[in-house]
C-alpha cells in the first residue's frame, strides 16, 4: 500500500469533508446542518473537519465556490456575435447552473441570507457584484464598441451588465426559493432584449490620487489562479491593484485609466470565508461569459484570490487588510511605479516615464 504524504492526506480529507458536506447542505439546509453529522458521513472526527474548515459558514462558501466552478467548466452554449445573441447566450449558460430540483435548491436557498445577516459578508459581497459588472461590461464594450463622439466622456456598457446581471440574480433567487417559479425561456428572452436599452453611462476618473512613486525592483509573484479565465496566472506587464475585499470596485480605475493588463488581486484579513465566496461570486458569472462570448471579448483583467498575502507582499504591500487599496506598474518584468491609498490604480496607470530608483537591497 503507496503511504500518502501529510499533504495528500489532508488534501484527500479536505475532498472528503466537501463532499459530505454537500449532501449535508443539501439536504439539511445551511441552517439544520449540523458538522457533526458531516464529520460522520466523511468518516473523519469532529476536529479534522475543523481542521480543514474553521466554521459552518467558512465550508459553506466552500461547498457553493466548487459547485460553481465545477459548473463553470461545462459547455451549455455557442457563443454570441452580437450584444443580443452574447446576451442571449450567457442567461441560457445561467440558467443551466440554477437548480432544477429540491435537492439543489436546499445547497442555494441559504446563501442571500447569510450575505445580508452579517455586514462583514454583506460588504464584500456588495464588492464582488460591482466587479462582476465591471467584468461582464468589458465584454460587451469589447464585442460592441460603444461610439465615442469626439470631446465626449468615455462611454461604457456597465450600467447595462448591471442591469442584467440583477435580472439573473433575481431568477437565480426565484429559482432557490422554488424551482417552479423560473420559466427559463422568459429569463433567456428578457437578457436578449436588455442588450438593446440605452444608458447614459460614461466613466468618471477619480477627481483624487496618490502621487505614484518611481520604482525599480523585480516582480516574482508566487503562482495563483487567474478566477476570469479559469486557468494559472501568469505574471506580464502591466498594473496590478491589490483591493482589500471592502475596495475591489476600484479596480476599474485602473482598468480606465490603462490600455493594457490590469490584475486584481483580491486579499482580506479574514481569508476563511472571504475566499470562497470571492471565488464563488466571480465564478457564477465568468464562467458563463466564457461560454457566451467569443475570447476576443473577455475582459483584459485577471483577478487572483490573494489568500496568504504573498502576491501583494511581492509588490511592497507588506500587510493587508479588507480596506487595502495599493497598485504597481511592471514593466519588462519589473517594478518601476508604486502607490498607496484611493485611487491607487489610477496613479500608476496615469503615471508617463519614470526615473527608476535603485531599491534592490
Not at 28 to 42: S, Y
Not at 97 to 103: H, M, R, T, W, Y
Amino acid at each position: 500500500m503507496v503511504r500518502l504524504s501529510r499533504a495528500e492526506t489532508q488534501e484527500r480529507n479536505r475532498a472528503k469533508v466537501l463532499a459530505a458536506a454537500r449532501d449535508e447542505f443539501a439536504e439539511q439546509g445551511f441552517r439544520d446542518a449540523k458538522i457533526d453529522v458531516i464529520a460522520e458521513r466523511a468518516e473523519l472526527t469532529r476536529g479534522a473537519v475543523y481542521s480543514n474548515f474553521p466554521g459552518k459558514r467558512a465550508l459553506y462558501f466552500a461547498v457553493l465556490a466548487e459547485l460553481a466552478e465545477h459548473s463553470a467548466g461545462a459547455p451549455h452554449a455557442v457563443p454570441g456575435e452580437t450584444l443580443q445573441d452574447a446576451l442571449g447566450a450567457l442567461a441560457r449558460a445561467r440558467m443551466a447552473a440554477f437548480p432544477l430540483g429540491e435537492d439543489q435548491a436546499g445547497l442555494a436557498r441559504d446563501l442571500m441570507p447569510e450575505v445580508l445577516a452579517d455586514e462583514r459578508i454583506r460588504r464584500p459581497f456588495a464588492q464582488l457584484v460591482k466587479l462582476n459588472g465591471l467584468l461582464l461590461g468589458l465584454a460587451l464594450e469589447r464585442l460592441d464598441p460603444p461610439e465615442r463622439p469626439e470631446g465626449a466622456p468615455v462611454p461604457r456598457r456597465v450600467r447595462l451588465a448591471e442591469t442584467v446581471l440583477t435580472v439573473l440574480h433575481g431568477a437565480g433567487q426565484l429559482a432557490a426559493a422554488d424551482p417552479g417559479l423560473v420559466e427559463p425561456f422568459d429569463v433567456v428572452s428578457a437578457g436578449e432584449r436588455l442588450a438593446g436599452l440605452a444608458f447614459n453611462d460614461w466613466w468618471a476618473p477619480p477627481v483624487i490620487a496618490p502621487a505614484a512613486q518611481a520604482a525599480d525592483r523585480p516582480w516574482s509573484p508566487p503562482g495563483a489562479v487567474d478566477l476570469v479565465r479559469a486557468e494559472p496566472f501568469v505574471p506580464a506587464d502591466g498594473v496590478v491593484v491589490v483591493l482589500g475585499t471592502h475596495r475591489i470596485s476600484a479596480a476599474e480605475e485602473a482598468v480606465r485609466a490603462h490600455d493594457g493588463d490590469v490584475t486584481v488581486a483580491v486579499v482580506t484579513s479574514e481569508p476563511d470565508e472571504l475566499v470562497p465566496l470571492t471565488r464563488l461570486i466571480v465564478a457564477e458569472l465568468c464562467g458563463g461569459l466564457r461560454q457566451a462570448f467569443p475570447e476576443r471579448a473577455w475582459p483584459g483583467v485577471r483577478v487572483v484570490c490573494d489568500v496568504t498575502g504573498t502576491l501583494a507582499a511581492s509588490a511592497g504591500v507588506l500587510a493587508v487588510s479588507d480596506e487595502t487599496e495599493a497598485a504597481v506598474r511592471v514593466e519588462q518584468g519589473r517594478i518601476v511605479a508604486m502607490a498607496d491609498g484611493r485611487g491607487a490604480g489610477h496613479a500608476v496607470s496615469t503615471t508617463g516615464e519614470v526615473s527608476r530608483v535603485d531599491d534592490r537591497r
